[in-house]
């Protein structure tokens, strides 16, 4: 079984300022890991992915994120955020190498202030 | 990238009434096709899996006979809710892939059942 927990609904920061999104996964298997990014009446988008290669993973848009199996975490991380940055945030994790069986995690928004 | 768009983006109808959502891949042959659906504030949970050309397999607690999915051809999947009722009322997202690479999702369909 696979579970994907994101630990913060929301998260507000200023423009320019780093940005945190938080993600805790459960896998029986060495896991395949996403973050996807849905802005308002969009498709999801993917950002980037980790499959058992480095373990930090660079995305687009500035993004990137670092798989560390000893804390079951993958967070999402940029070093200064922009106005159009604000969406929704998901954690994804599937339990093969392929895209087959995606369990999302509930989604983090994230605002961005002036 | 490839884009996947779904029709309506909304649809408001009433109990007892069947809707049909209709998911296409615009510029790739999607040999699979997947169903999400949202709930508020909720993770996407995955509904069923269609292949072109054969019959959908449905997740555990999914009612194959009230959301009936048709993946006819290798471009467009069909979701049907039959006789809907106000508890079905969702966010419904899409996605499609080629031969087990990333998955595209549509923008989803905001269904209302009154």
């Known amino acids: 079984a696979q579970s994907v927990t994101q630990l913060d609904s929301h998260v507000s920061v200023s423009e320019g300022t780093p940005v945190l999104l938080r993600c805790n996964y459960s896998?029986?298997?060495?896991?395949?890991l996403f973050w996807y990014v849905q802005h308002p009446n969009k498709g999801l988008q993917l950002l980037l992915k980790?499959?058992?290669?480095?373990?930090l993973v660079k995305g687009i848009n500035g993004f990137e994120a670092e798989f560390k199996k000893s804390e079951t975490s993958f967070h999402l991380t940029k070093p200064s955020a922009h106005m159009s940055d604000a969406a929704e945030y998901f954690c994804?994790?599937?339990?093969?190498?392929?895209?087959?069986?995606?369990?999302f995690g509930k989604g983090t928004m994230l605002l961005v202030s002036p | 990238g490839a884009v996947v768009s779904q029709h309506p983006s909304r649809v408001i109808c009433k109990s007892g009434t069947s809707v049909k959502i209709e998911c296409r891949s615009l510029?790739?042959?999607?040999?699979?096709m997947f169903w999400y659906r949202q709930f508020p504030k909720q993770s996407l949970m995955l509904m069923a899996t269609?292949?072109?050309?054969?019959?959908?397999?449905?997740e555990q607690g999914v009612e194959k006979d009230k959301f009936l999915i048709n993946h006819a051809s290798l471009t467009l999947s069909t979701l049907t809710v039959t006789s809907a009722h106000p508890e079905d009322s969702s966010f419904y997202i899409c996605?499609?892939?080629?031969?087990?690479?990333?998955?595209?999702f549509g923008p989803g369909t905001r269904l209302t059942v009154l």
């Open positions: 980790y499959t058992s290669a480095a373990t």
């Open positions: 896998s029986s298997y060495s896991p395949s």
């Open positions: 996605s499609a892939t080629d031969r087990g690479n990333e998955q595209f």
């Open positions: 269609s292949n072109e050309g054969s019959k959908a397999t449905y």
């Open positions: 510029d790739f042959q999607a040999t699979t």
């Open positions: 994804v994790v599937s339990m093969n190498s392929g895209y087959s069986t995606l369990t």
